[in-house]
């Protein structure tokens, strides 16, 4: 790989991993268990935010206490983990992420997801060896991806965050890279509204592939 070529940091859950419909489902089914309404994808989507117990205030009209935070998180992972089975990688992903590597581009994966989760689900899909490195979330869920992204580029040593571009579906992906020093692109397919993205100031595109376009000029 030579030195500061563009980079790409990719978002795992709603980017690369098409899992909406699965984090749809597991949201609600967890709301069942303590006995919220459910929402629809619009709603949902009009709603989420970063931190999540921001996101769950929006729905109560109060933050979770401590306890109730963690009765909620526990039900969402355990609904999730049965709903994501079925899902599979975002339409396309797999050809532009050879194309990315094939053209002498370096890309890695940042994720809130859990680390000892995500590490065999991206080996699963085959494409593990698309990317320098392989990060997920290894402390307390719920939480923001800034202090993990400036973490993540400084792992990566040939990496120049002024040419890398960080491509995710939510706003907490383009807030983590401006802290980083880095560019990004939001993509609407995941678990925020085209609406919500555009208050980020940062390119909003309706595919990857798209998203992967955008990323090429802006790392130049």
């Known amino acids: ?60 009209g109060r933050l979770p206490t401590d306890a109730e935070w963690l009765v909620m998180d526990e039900a969402f992972h355990r609904h999730y983990t049965a709903h994501r089975v079925g899902c599979g990688l975002a339409t396309g992903a797999d050809g532009l992420l050879a194309r990315w590597q094939a053209g002498g581009r370096s890309q890695s994966i940042l994720s809130m997801y859990g680390h000892d989760e995500l590490i065999p689900l991206v080996r699963g899909f085959g494409i593990e060896s698309r990317f320098v490195r392989v990060d997920g979330r290894t402390g307390p869920s719920g939480g923001t991806k800034s202090a993990q992204m400036v973490r993540h580029l400084a792992a990566l040593e040939s990496v120049d965050p002024g040419r890398t571009v960080v491509i995710g579906d939510a706003v907490d992906d383009a807030v983590a890279a401006l802290h980083a020093g880095a560019h990004a692109v939001l993509y609407a397919g995941g678990s925020h509204s085209r609406d919500s993205l555009a208050a980020a100031g940062v390119p909003v595109v309706d595919s990857l592939a798209e998203a992967v376009e955008v990323a090429g000029d802006l790392a130049t």
């Open 1 to 60: 790989m030579a030195k500061h070529a563009a980079h790409i940091v990719w978002d795992w859950n709603g980017t690369l991993f098409d899992d909406v419909d699965a984090v749809i489902g597991a949201t609600n089914s967890a709301f069942a268990e303590i006995g919220m309404d459910p929402l629809t994808l619009e709603r949902y989507r009009e709603l989420y935010c970063v931190p999540v117990p921001r996101f769950y205030e929006r729905l109560m």
